[in-house]
C-alpha cells in the first residue's frame, strides 16, 4: 500500500512539475506573440507582417498618419473621428483623388481607385471602424505591381486590429 502511495505521489510531483513547464512554454508564446507586432498605439494595432516595415511615423503636427512600406507599395493609416460615416469618409477619399481617378470597384467597406497618368497607380482604400475612430488604410501600389503585391496587401489588412 504504502508503495502505490509513493507511487502516486511521484506521478503526482512528475504531473505538477510538466504542468509548470507547460505554462511557462504559453507564457513565453504570449511573449514571442506580443513581440510580433509592427506597430500599436490606442487607436490599432498591425501585426507582425513579412516584408512590411514603418516609413513615417505620426509627428506632433501629424498625429493621425502613420507610413508603412513594402517594395513599391506604400499604405497610409489615417484616424478619424467616430463621427464621420463611412460614406462620408469614402466622398473625402475619393475627392483627394486627382481628377484624373477612376473607381474600379467599391463594397460596403473597401474603394478600389486607379489613376489615370503616365504611371498608373492603384489605390486600395480599407474603412475599419473602432469604438471610438474609424480607421482608413489607403494602400497605394504602381498599377504594373498591383498583381505581385496584392498577397502582400492582403497579409497586411488581415493582421490589423482595430480597437
Known amino acids: 500500500m504504502k508503495q502505490v502511495l509513493i507511487v502516486s505521489c511521484l506521478f503526482f510531483l512528475m504531473a505538477c512539475g510538466q504542468g509548470e513547464s ?8 504570449g511573449q514571442a506573440e506580443k513581440q510580433d507586432v509592427l506597430y500599436e498605439n490606442d487607436v490599432f494595432q498591425i501585426g507582425g507582417v513579412d516584408g512590411w516595415s514603418v516609413e513615417e511615423e505620426a509627428t506632433a503636427e501629424q498625429e493621425q498618419n502613420i507610413v508603412f512600406s513594402n517594395g513599391t507599395t506604400r499604405v497610409i493609416v489615417s484616424s478619424v473621428s467616430k463621427e464621420q460615416t463611412v460614406d462620408l469618409l469614402k466622398k ?3 475627392s483627394s483623388f486627382s481628377k484624373k481617378a477612376e473607381l474600379i470597384e467599391e463594397d460596403e ?9 503616365n504611371e498608373n497607380i492603384r489605390g486600395d ?23 505581385e503585391n496584392k498577397k502582400q496587401i492582403n497579409a497586411f489588412n488581415e493582421s490589423i486590429q482595430i480597437f
Open 22 to 29: 507547460a505554462t511557462d512554454l504559453g507564457e513565453n508564446t
Open 92 to 94: 473625402n477619399v475619393l
Open 109 to 117: 467597406n473597401y474603394l478600389a481607385v486607379q489613376t489615370n497618368r
Open 125 to 147: 482604400i480599407y474603412f475599419h471602424q473602432g469604438s471610438k475612430h474609424n480607421v482608413i488604410f489607403t494602400f497605394m501600389t504602381p498599377e504594373q505591381h498591383y498583381q
